[in-house]
């Protein structure tokens, strides 16, 4: 029997509970239905979004919302955790204590798997440098199938023939949950302060990061970031660990170099491409192409086709994504920093210093005092939105002007007018948000809409 078989037939000899109907949830349920392995279902919620999907296509499948009844817990032994669910929950504790083994889909993926991993955690720029490092893999003439909490479960991933490598973008809620994984190439990108709702602090937020490195694979480090390469030493015990900084390079590193009077990417002493030829954006682009150039190269793609790749991919959508030029103005959006590490990114890379900010929503409890660094001299004036922006109104108090919106449509307005020819408007929030919108992509779509009626006044 195949070492995948064995481990859904003794996942079929238990009682499966799968905790959580979003995304994951319903894409545990095909895959492990599909397996002929028997499931139940629960969530807290009252009308959790895949409940009309399961109730057409499973009839049979037992559910339970509303909450998080002890009972349902009692009856598994083998619970799967949806990443939006804390494993501190109590039934999941107690189902814990219990002996009920508790995982989530990566887990299973991790154990079901029969090509190589490459696996991206980090507070910022993960999806970045998954897509990115996808694009350098097809680039390479390889296959590759690419998902994660980029928005494809990975479970999904293994209903595709294996591909020569996966590339997984994978959150500290994910990893909580997985125990075996074994990235062939794996990178803590960096760490800031992110789900504070969740963890305990910031050594709570690292430690289940760290678990992306339970394998023995090659590990990427960027040195430029105190907290990720602080783990350098005790990570070389088990692992090859490859360096990125957007300095001069040591021998084996990667990093940024003047030549021919322009800064270009190096490898140790070899020029790779001028900066300028990269078609993303901002110095926090630059450390995401050093980081996917690493992770490549630790498993063998050529140089050539990686740095192809460079010249021609475009970025994500809302992610410091320019939207118009308006009498002189340009608008980007940045909708997807959801942190402060991510807005103060974008702030930087845009390396303006006649900036408008337009932030706010959701803080899951930051602490908002770093952007006060960040945005003094650079940002002239911050257009506040949500349900959290008196908190950053608070933490930039002397060093900046500040303005009230009540929707984006309004914050749209208020930068326009406060704008000159010459000036950035760029949203990038630093909060989740769920306050106003269904997600960051909604979030970014009203304010392009709200930019393309400006354009038209
Ligand atoms: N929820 C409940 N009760 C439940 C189950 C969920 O209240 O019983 C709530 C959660 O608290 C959360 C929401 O429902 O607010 C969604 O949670 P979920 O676990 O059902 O989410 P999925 O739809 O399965 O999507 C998840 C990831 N979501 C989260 O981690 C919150 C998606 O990442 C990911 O794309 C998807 O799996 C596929 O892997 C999204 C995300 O916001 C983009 N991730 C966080 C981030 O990037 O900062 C970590
Ligand atoms: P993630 O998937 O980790 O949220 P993304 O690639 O989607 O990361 O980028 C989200 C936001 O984070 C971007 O809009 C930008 O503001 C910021 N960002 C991107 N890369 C970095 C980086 N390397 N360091 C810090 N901030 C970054």
Same mark, same amino acid.
């Given at each position: 029997?195949?070492?995948?078989?064995?481990?859904?037939?003794?996942?079929?000899?238990?009682?499966?509970?799968?905790?959580?109907?979003?995304?994951?949830?319903?894409?545990?349920?095909?895959?492990?239905?599909?397996?002929?392995?028997?499931?139940?279902?629960?969530?807290?919620?009252?009308?959790?979004?895949?409940?009309?999907?399961?109730?057409?296509?499973? %009839?049979? &499948?037992?559910?339970?919302?509303?909450?998080?009844?002890?009972? +349902?817990?009692?009856?598994?032994?083998?619970?799967?955790?949806?990443?939006?669910?804390?494993?501190?929950?109590? %039934?999941?504790?107690?189902?814990?204590?219990?002996?009920?083994?508790? *995982?989530?889909?990566?887990?299973?993926? !991790?154990?079901?798997?029969? !090509?190589?991993?490459?696996?991206?955690?980090?507070?910022?720029?993960?999806?970045?440098?998954?897509?990115?490092?996808?694009?350098?893999?097809?680039?390479?003439?390889?296959?590759?199938?690419?998902?994660?909490?980029?928005? *494809?479960?990975?479970?999904?991933?293994?209903?595709?023939?294996?591909?020569?490598?996966? @590339?997984?973008?994978?959150?500290? /809620?994910?990893?909580?949950?997985?125990?075996?994984?074994?990235?062939?190439?794996?990178?803590?990108?960096?760490?800031?302060?992110?789900?504070?709702?969740?963890?305990?602090?910031?050594?709570?937020?690292?430690?289940?990061?760290?678990? @992306?490195?339970?394998?023995?694979?090659?590990?990427?480090?960027?040195?430029?970031?105190?907290?990720? &390469?602080?783990?350098?030493?005790?990570?070389?015990?088990?692992?090859?660990?490859?360096?990125?900084?957007?300095?001069?390079?040591?021998?084996?590193?990667?990093? +940024?170099?003047?030549?021919?009077?322009?800064?270009?990417?190096?490898?140790?002493? $070899?020029?790779?491409?001028?900066?300028?030829?990269?078609?993303?954006?901002?110095?926090?682009?630059?450390?995401?192409?050093?980081?996917?150039? #690493?992770?490549?190269? !630790?498993?063998?793609? %050529?140089?050539?086709?990686?740095?192809?790749?460079?010249? &021609?991919? %475009?970025?994500?959508?809302?992610?410091?994504?320019?939207?118009?030029?308006?009498?002189?103005?340009?608008?980007?959006?940045?909708?997807?920093?959801?942190? @402060?590490?991510?807005?103060?990114?974008?702030?930087?890379?845009?390396?303006?210093?006649?900036? &408008?900010?337009?932030?706010?929503?959701?803080?899951?409890?930051?602490?908002?005092?770093?952007?006060?660094?960040?945005?003094?001299? $650079?940002?002239?004036?911050?257009?506040?939105?949500?349900?959290?922006?008196?908190?950053?109104?608070?933490?930039?108090?002397?060093?900046?002007?500040?303005?009230?919106?009540?929707?984006?449509?309004?914050?749209? $307005? /208020? #930068?326009?007018?406060?704008?000159?020819?010459?000036?950035?408007?760029?949203?990038?929030?630093?909060? !989740?948000?769920?306050?106003? /919108?269904?997600?960051?992509?909604?979030?970014?779509?009203?304010?392009?809409?709200?930019?393309?009626?400006?354009?038209?006044?």
């Amino acid at each position: 029997m195949s070492e995948a078989n064995q481990v859904l037939t003794a996942l079929a000899s238990k009682r499966v509970l799968i905790v959580g109907l979003g995304k994951t949830g319903l894409s545990c349920v095909h895959f492990l239905n599909k397996h002929g392995i028997e499931v139940a279902v629960v969530d807290s919620r009252e009308n959790p979004p895949g409940l009309e999907i399961l109730q057409e296509k499973f %009839p049979d &499948i037992a559910v339970f919302i509303g909450s998080f009844q002890t009972d +349902v817990f009692e009856r598994a032994d083998c619970v799967i955790v949806s990443p939006g669910v804390s494993i501190h929950e109590l %039934p999941i504790q107690v189902a814990s204590a219990r002996g009920a083994e508790i *995982i989530g889909d990566v887990e299973l993926f !991790a154990r079901l798997a029969t !090509a190589p991993v490459l696996a991206i955690t980090g507070s910022n720029g993960k999806s970045t440098v998954t897509t990115l490092l996808g694009e350098m893999v097809q680039m390479s003439g390889l296959n590759v199938e690419v998902g994660g909490n980029l928005g *494809i479960p990975v479970l999904d991933l293994l209903e595709e023939p294996a591909p020569d490598f996966y @590339v997984l973008e994978l959150s500290s /809620f994910q990893l909580e949950t997985t125990h075996s994984l074994n990235a062939a190439a794996t990178t803590l990108l960096n760490l800031s302060e992110d789900h504070m709702d969740r963890y305990t602090g910031l050594d709570d937020y690292l430690s289940a990061k760290k678990r @992306v490195f339970n394998g023995d694979g090659v590990v990427v480090l960027n040195k430029d970031d105190a907290n990720v &390469i602080s783990l350098r030493n005790e990570l070389e015990r088990n692992h090859k660990v490859c360096i990125f900084t957007l300095n001069k390079p040591e021998a084996g590193e990667f990093g +940024v170099k003047e030549h021919e009077q322009a800064q270009w990417l190096y490898f140790g002493d $070899k020029a790779l491409v001028p900066i300028s030829k990269l078609k993303i954006k901002g110095t926090h682009n630059v450390a995401n192409a050093l980081a996917a150039l #690493a992770l490549g190269q !630790a498993v063998g793609l %050529p140089m050539e086709a990686m740095v192809a790749t460079l010249q &021609i991919f %475009p970025g994500l959508p809302h992610r410091t994504e320019w939207v118009a030029n308006i009498n002189g103005v340009d608008w980007f959006n940045d909708s997807k920093a959801t942190n @402060v590490g991510a807005a103060q990114a974008a702030i930087n890379g845009l390396s303006e210093n006649n900036l &408008i900010l337009i932030a706010g929503g959701q803080g899951k409890g930051q602490d908002f005092t770093p952007l006060r660094n960040t945005v003094s001299g $650079k940002v002239k004036k911050v257009i506040l939105i949500g349900e959290d922006g008196q908190l950053i109104d608070d933490a930039l108090k002397g060093v900046t002007d500040t303005e009230y919106a009540s929707d984006m449509q309004q914050a749209v $307005k /208020f #930068a326009a007018d406060a704008a000159n020819s010459g000036d950035v408007i760029l949203l990038s929030p630093a909060c !989740a948000s769920f306050d106003m /919108f269904s997600s960051y992509e909604e979030r970014g779509q009203y304010f392009i809409n709200a930019v393309n009626e400006v354009a038209k006044l």
